[in-house]
């Protein structure tokens, strides 16, 4: 009884909702509605939810899991009344949803492709970034008179959006493709150099002394000491870099690229197909969540000894 | 000659531009293998003494001389254990010790260190705890963790900064038996300097006690402790002259702070 009173919630009368809109009569489109892409896609999101909700006895799992996807049926609802059902949008910009669905599924070897082809340029511009931010950023920080002038320095710089270098780069590296990784690597590289800095000049004075008395070099000062202390701060520009590093994929996919999610997007938002470029979209927002998903696993991981 | 001679010392320290005078002409001899402590009230300048022992500090005049070399920094012939802080949280027991015995003792591989730290979290009680992180450990057992990394590093000198100050009563007591049980219990005994403000801690603990003055700090009155080892809290209070010893450093505490009194600050 309580487990069939938990199933009737908002978000399980919204499914319902969402399957009955294939009562309403369609419009003429000129694009195909697709509705039964809707369906199967609902229908995922209801098997994940009941598993859920059947499954853990943790409330704010529950609570979470049964919100975003309520949401994400209200909003697929709202979405097939104003396209397909009412017409209320302009149908050439707005394809209904279903359109966009069928666009993912009969896309989706190109996608991986192109989402590989992005990750691969994300993944370069971000590791060389975070290789060379973090030690410099433990050098300059620890050195206290030129952190101190460092740090206004790269205040400046960081405040240039990276997409003003492009030219340069296009002008001064070998390859498009190079050009797209260094604007990657600007995004990330000032905020990380940046936390590092500060994360190195908060370590806790007792901290350091600790280590001076057990008579620890410089190195290991730097590296099993320094680094780990200030490790809370860095990721904070980590993070930063990374979000900054997804939002500029576009504009570094614009520089010639043949390939990436950025370039899919742009492409076919240049010729008109705004189902494709929506379903880019969307699937650029499901990648860069995963990811994020993923990094804060191992951000969790390496800062568990935090209270 | 002692292990640690202190001659004439003078210790300053400046803030916002005044400079203050935290120690002034402190003379003092430490033996090899002695436990001295080194009471006070707060800010008589007893941390600054050892944080120059320490090497984290520096002398403004006279001389402190370890084995007849005057220090130059910190080193690895002295194993200090503070109040807070002296384990890094992002270590686990284990980890801090095995960390504290590789800057000593180079050739040891990680097995071998980590067979040391094991060995050592036994004496302090805390088998079970090894790969507990510090937020993990009560207060007292960071401190047992402190305690056994200063002394698996095992170095000729012990500096101690007020390390169970932050422990309650209760706690406190056990914490003295076992460094006690410790310190007592090695084949060659280690220098100790016990940093302190609490008078039943020290008479407890030491062979000798080191009374300083408030600002500046200045010896009042060195001590000898006469009581036989091992000693033992309950029988301790028993022993005749432990309520006359207790008394006079009482006195003397109080006196020294009662100088101040009438003058710019009191500290207690």
């Known amino acids: 009884m309580a487990r069939l009173r938990r199933l009737l919630t908002v978000s399980n009368l919204l499914f319902i909702a969402l399957l009955l809109l294939r009562l309403i009569p369609d419009r003429a489109l000129r694009v195909q509605d697709h509705f039964e892409y809707t369906t199967y896609f609902a229908i995922a999101l209801e098997a994940v939810m009941l598993a859920v909700t059947l499954t853990t006895k943790n409330d704010r799992i529950r609570h979470v899991f049964t919100d975003v996807i309520g949401f994400l049926f209200a909003f697929l609802c709202a979405w097939t009344l104003a396209t397909a059902k009412f017409k209320v949008l302009n149908e050439a910009v707005f394809p209904p949803p279903g359109a966009v669905f069928q666009a993912m599924a009969v896309d989706v070897k190109v996608m991986f492709a192109n989402i590989g082809s992005s990750l691969v340029l994300v993944f370069r511009g971000y590791v060389l970034a975070l290789v060379i931010a973090i030690p410099l950023g433990l050098f300059l920080g620890w050195n206290v008179r030129v952190g101190s002038a460092a740090g206004y320095i790269s205040k400046f710089l960081a405040s240039i959006s990276p997409i003003v270098y492009i030219p340069y780069f296009i002008v001064l590296l070998p390859t498009f493709r190079s050009a797209s990784v260094a604007v990657m690597f600007m995004a990330a590289f000032w905020p ?32 099993r000491v320094v680094l780990p202390a200030a490790l809370p701060q860095i990721f904070i520009g980590c993070n930063q870099g990374l979000s900054v590093s997804f939002i500029l994929l576009t504009s570094a996919e614009m520089i010639g690229a043949r390939s990436g999610m950025g370039y899919y997007v742009n492409n076919y938002a240049n010729f008109g197909n705004y189902t494709r470029a929506l379903a880019g979209v969307f699937v650029i927002g499901i990648v860069v969540t995963v990811i994020t998903f993923f990094f804060n696993i191992l951000q969790r991981w390496l800062l568990r000894w935090k209270r | 000659m002692a292990k640690i001679e202190i001659k004439n010392l003078r210790a300053e320290y400046v803030e916002k531009l005044d400079r203050f005078v935290a120690l002034d002409d402190v003379s003092l001899d430490i033996n090899e293998g002695e436990f001295v402590s080194i009471i006070g009230s707060s800010g008589c300048g007893k941390s600054t003494l050892l944080s120059i022992l320490q090497g ?94 200063a002394l698996a590093m095992d170095t000729d000198i012990l500096l101690m900064d007020e390390p169970f100050g932050a422990i309650d009563a209760k706690n406190r007591t056990i914490m003295q038996e076992l460094l006690l049980k410790l310190w007592d219990g090695e084949e060659r005994r280690k220098t100790v300097v016990f940093v302190t403000h609490d008078i039943d801690e020290a008479i407890f603990l030491s062979d000798k006690i080191v009374m300083l003055s408030n600002s500046p700090g200045t010896v009042v009155k060195e001590i000898d402790v006469p009581f036989a080892r091992p000693r033992d809290h309950a029988e301790l209070v028993q022993t005749e002259g432990y309520f006359k010893l207790r008394n006079e450093m009482m006195s003397l505490l109080f006196s020294s702070v009662g100088d101040r009194i009438g003058g710019t600050e009191v500290v207690i």
């Open chain 1, 192 to 223: 990380t150099l940046a936390s590092t800095m500060s994360g190195v000049l908060g370590v806790e004075k007792r901290i350091l002394d600790s280590a001076k008395t057990l008579g620890v070099g410089h190195g290991t000062m730097l590296f």
């Open chain 2, 56 to 149: 984290l500090n520096f002398p403004a005049g006279g001389s402190v001389t370890i084995d007849g070399k005057p220090i130059t920094g910190t080193g690895r012939d002295r194993g200090v254990v503070f109040q807070h802080y002296s384990l890094f949280p992002w270590m686990n027991a284990r980890n801090n010790i095995a960390f504290g015995v590789k800057q000593v003792r180079r050739g040891l591989k990680r097995r071998e260190r980590y067979e040391v730290a094991d060995a050592f979290l036994e004496r302090v009680g805390l088998s079970e705890f090894t790969r507990k992180y510090p937020h993990q450990l009560s207060g007292g057992m960071q401190q047992r963790v402190a305690i056994a990394r």
